[in-house]
Structure formats: C-alpha cells, structure tokens
Nanobody, 115 residues
Framework: QVQLVESGGALVQPGGSLRLSCAASGSLLRPYTMGWYRQAPGKQRELVAEITGIGNTNYAGPVKGRFTISRDNAKNTVDLQMDSLKPEDTAVYYC?????????WGQGTQVTVSS
C-alpha cells in the first residue's frame, strides 16, 4: 500500500508559477511510475505528466514546455513545477503511483488560475 499526500495548490494569476509536491508513505517509490493527473469541473481526469522509476518522463501536449515533473527517490517525493500557468490549467491535481497494474491516488490539491 502507498499513501500519497499532495500539497502546493493555490490561487495564482495567469502567467504565474506553482510547485506541487506529493509525499509518499507506506512503500518506497523507487519502482513506481509516478504521475500527476488533473480533473477540471465537468471533465474527465487526465494525465498531466509522468515519470518512471529510472527518470523517463512523458507530458501531455497542453503542458509541454511549461510543466516539469521530477522525483526524489531518497525523499520519497514527486514534484510538479508549473510555469506560465493559464486559466485552462485550473483543476484539482492528483498524484498517482502505478506499479504492475496497481494504482494509488492522493486526495488532490486545488489549482486555480485566475486574475
């Protein structure tokens, strides 16, 4: 079992930056593929970015070049640096850990981009 806790969500103006963090407990994250997902009101949850245990990354098209996912296996954390934020980035952001078909989710953190 993996317990995930997200933090860092906030209200930010367009063009601003935020850094989300996901702290894990219950298991070492090293073998897991870690991902950040988001869900806007009335929309399905979607992948934002993911990083494998060896550091390979994948980004959704709308966030490429603006968001950066990173992990610290020693600290058991995964971060999402979000720059040049847009109103359409507004959503609840969820941390995910996946290994062998097993998925674990955090409770989510709200990101609102608005002037």
């Amino acid at each position: 079992q993996v317990q995930l806790v997200e933090s860092g969500g906030a209200l930010v103006q367009p063009g601003g930056s935020l850094r989300l963090s996901c702290a894990a407990s219950g298991s070492l994250l090293r073998p897991y593929t870690m991902g950040w997902y988001r869900q806007a009101p009335g929309k399905q949850r979607e992948l934002v970015a993911e990083i494998t245990g060896i550091g390979n990354t994948n980004y959704a098209g709308p966030v490429k070049g603006r968001f950066t996912i990173s992990r610290d296996n020693a600290k058991n954390t995964v971060d999402l640096q979000m720059d040049s934020l847009k109103p359409e980035d507004t959503a609840v952001y969820y941390c995910n850990a996946e290994l062998g078909g097993s998925n674990f989710w955090g409770q989510g953190t709200q990101v609102t981009v608005s002037s």
